[in-house]
């Protein structure tokens, strides 16, 4: 769906996955951080976790009236429960723990993410319950030496990444060969206490490589409300792609979507995002430059002048800058909404310089050899910055950018990011597709409706 595919699919019931986390569950026991105990705690069925004394608070339905106990990271009930059940040392970890964050300060991202972990973890850390009675919890993982017991089921889904790693049946000296340690696990905010304290503590135990990062982001909220299915207070997606298209939506996930902060969701923000920016700058960006009359894109690509006055000089300053910029801003914060910000500034700033260009002036029967070549100059630049910009533009939308490119001509083998600098390709100029006329062949054509 949406031009998304996978690499890997794992079903917790699998046989693969199910010895992996039986032997990870021995291991632990055989390196003494596995005990039984009796377990007095507040247990939320939908979140599947326990949750301590401090992090539970009396809360009221307001439709019924009613009072019980949530927890109060997802607001989701809580009940008092007392069990026989296995416990992992948790507590053994605080040390090692802060020890890894303050050595590895970008391990979780963003920063602020980082600092409520390290004051989690600096508050203490209680021994964690790892099972239920199985006649509290039978659909699970049995425990491998004791089936009275299912093993958590947050225990046995971290298990996961090392199951698609072929754990534990990885060649020693080359685990990484088979995916692990993961470069990035990407989660949602709601489970950072899983990933970010559990996970690692899980993973030092048994002196396994941790994740090199975790990105961590906010929710999607609808009407500024968190986003329901018992409230109906959600958005059918398959809806949404089908009246906005896949790479339209793509495009405007990425845009909005929140890392630190929750992002609201509404169709009139998708529908001006397409008008301004995916219309507004580069559709008419690529409809002036390909349909343009009088002036020939092969040729401006084959003289590749870069001019010498001031407003040329400073579009190819910013041209030149653009793919490293981009490249920080997704490899070092992992924010690809602030990349694709930095990709629309480039095109508006070209569409800007086009228009005080004004290129069209320039063609006439009787344009001096001047004339000629400042019409060049403006035009290579221009494209360049459009075959740039479609090259980085590529994973927020895969399609039209194969139909921006394919309208230069450029060829499929120079539209890695490699290719994305400035003079790196004077092959291209000639539209392998047709340029289409009025809205038909348009890369974003007016949409059927505004509502």
Known sequence: MADIDRDHFIRTTEPDHRFAVQHFWLLLKHRGYVYPSKHTGWYSVSDEAY????????????????????????????????????????????????EFYSQNPTFILPSTRMKEVIHQVESG???????????????????????????????????????????????PGREDEAGWPANCHVIGKDIIRFHCIYWPAFLMALDIPLPHQILTHAHWTLGREKMSKSTGNVVNPFFALD???????????????????????????????????????????????????????????????????????????????????VAKQMEEGLDSGAALETIVRALRSTNRFMQDSSPWELVHEDATAA????????????????????????????????????????????????????HSDLNYGTSTVDVGKGHVGVLFPPLRSDF
């Not at 949530?70 to 809580?78: D, F, L, R």
């Open 371 to 422: 004339q000629k070549k400042q019409l060049d100059e403006v035009i290579y630049a221009c494209v360049e910055s459009l075959r740039i910009c479609g090259i980085l533009l590529q994973p927020y939308m895969p399609s039209k950018m194969k139909h921006l490119l394919d309208l230069l001509g450029v060829d499929p083998s120079e539209r890695m990011f490699s290719n994305a600098t400035a």
């Open 243 to 325: 009246r906005f298209g896949v790479d339209t939506m793509r495009y405007f996930l990425a845009l909005r979507g929140g890392i630190k902060d929750d992002a609201v969701y509404d169709n009139s923000f998708v529908i001006d995002t397409y008008k301004t920016q995916l219309q507004g700058v580069l559709g008419n960006l690529v409809s002036r430059l390909v349909r343009g009359k009088g002036w020939s894109i092969r040729r401006a690509v084959q003289s590749h002048l870069t001019g010498e006055s001031h407003a040329v000089r400073t579009h190819w300053t910013m041209l030149e800058g653009l793919p490293s910029i």
């Open 51 to 98: 949750y301590p004394e401090s992090a539970v608070r009396l809360t009221l339905d307001p439709s019924t009236g009613r009072k019980f106990m949530a927890s109060i990271e997802t607001g989701k009930e809580v009940e008092l429960t007392s069990e026989n059940n296995y416990h992992f040392r948790m507590s053994a970890f605080k040390d090692r723990l802060l």
């Open 125 to 171: 850390l209680g021994d964690l319950s790892i099972s239920r009675p199985v006649e509290r919890l039978s659909w699970g993982i049995p425990a491998p030496d004791d089936e009275s017991q299912t093993i958590y089921v947050w225990l046995d889904a971290l298990i996961n990444y090392l199951t698609k790693a072929n754990y534990p049946f990885q060649i």
